[in-house]
């Protein structure tokens, strides 16, 4: 199957699909690595690097599918765009997408959380939260359904919960 978490930047979702592909043993495939790869080898941060990640991220998870393995792909997936290019790559695969996606409804933790982190992703910046709430703005409503987890309650109960959801997907 294939997993998309969605969701603001710092909400919470990169550790929820870091438990879940230990508990799946399956590939997290994460844009932002992907992205600061780009910059890392000479792409100017001009370029469109953010959409580039995207399709790099696609074709990754396209030759995990391929091997009929589960993978998760940990984006903001903001757009209807990014989200129709997960189900698109599900269907051409014949697997279920399971979109999940994470909020923090604490506004003041998901700063703290923002703020405060360090992922140690050489060459990205982590991005202000006057950036996260550009984004919360622009973040498209959902067309289809999904799991939504919230990020004040535990990681362990989290995936509890995204379990229970994926075991009929599977």
Same mark, same amino acid.
Request: with cysteine; glycine share 8%.
């Given at each position: 199957m294939l997993i998309a978490m969605a969701g603001l930047p710092g909400a919470g979702k990169s550790s929820v699909a870091e438990s879940l592909g230990r508990e799946l043993a399956a590939p997290v495939v994460s844009v932002d690595p992907i992205e *600061?790869?780009?910059? !890392? *080898?000479?792409?100017? !941060?001009?370029?469109?690097?953010?959409?580039a990640a995207y399709a790099v991220a696609e074709a990754v998870a396209d030759g995990v599918l391929a091997l009929g393995q589960t993978v998760i792909i940990d984006a903001v997936n903001a757009v209807e765009e990014a989200r129709e290019q997960w189900r698109s790559l599900a269907v051409r695969h014949g697997v279920p997408v399971v979109f999940i996606e994470v909020v923090c409804?604490?506004?003041a933790v998901h700063r703290g959380r923002l703020e405060g982190r360090s992922r140690g992703i050489e060459g990205f910046h982590e991005p202000t939260w006057e950036a996260v709430e550009r984004r919360r703005e622009e973040f498209a409503p959902?067309?289809?359904?999904?799991?939504?987890?919230?990020?004040?309650i535990d990681v362990p109960s989290n995936v509890a919960r995204?379990?229970?959801l994926l075991a009929p997907a599977s």
């Amino acid at each position: 199957m294939l997993i998309a978490m969605a969701g603001l930047p710092g909400a919470g979702k990169s550790s929820v699909a870091e438990s879940l592909g230990r508990e799946l043993a399956a590939p997290v495939v994460s844009v932002d690595p992907i992205e *600061a790869a780009m910059w !890392r *080898a000479g792409v100017a !941060r001009g370029q469109p690097t953010g959409l580039a990640a995207y399709a790099v991220a696609e074709a990754v998870a396209d030759g995990v599918l391929a091997l009929g393995q589960t993978v998760i792909i940990d984006a903001v997936n903001a757009v209807e765009e990014a989200r129709e290019q997960w189900r698109s790559l599900a269907v051409r695969h014949g697997v279920p997408v399971v979109f999940i996606e994470v909020v923090c409804s604490d506004p003041a933790v998901h700063r703290g959380r923002l703020e405060g982190r360090s992922r140690g992703i050489e060459g990205f910046h982590e991005p202000t939260w006057e950036a996260v709430e550009r984004r919360r703005e622009e973040f498209a409503p959902w067309a289809g359904d999904r799991l939504v987890l919230d990020s004040v309650i535990d990681v362990p109960s989290n995936v509890a919960r995204a379990l229970e959801l994926l075991a009929p997907a599977s």
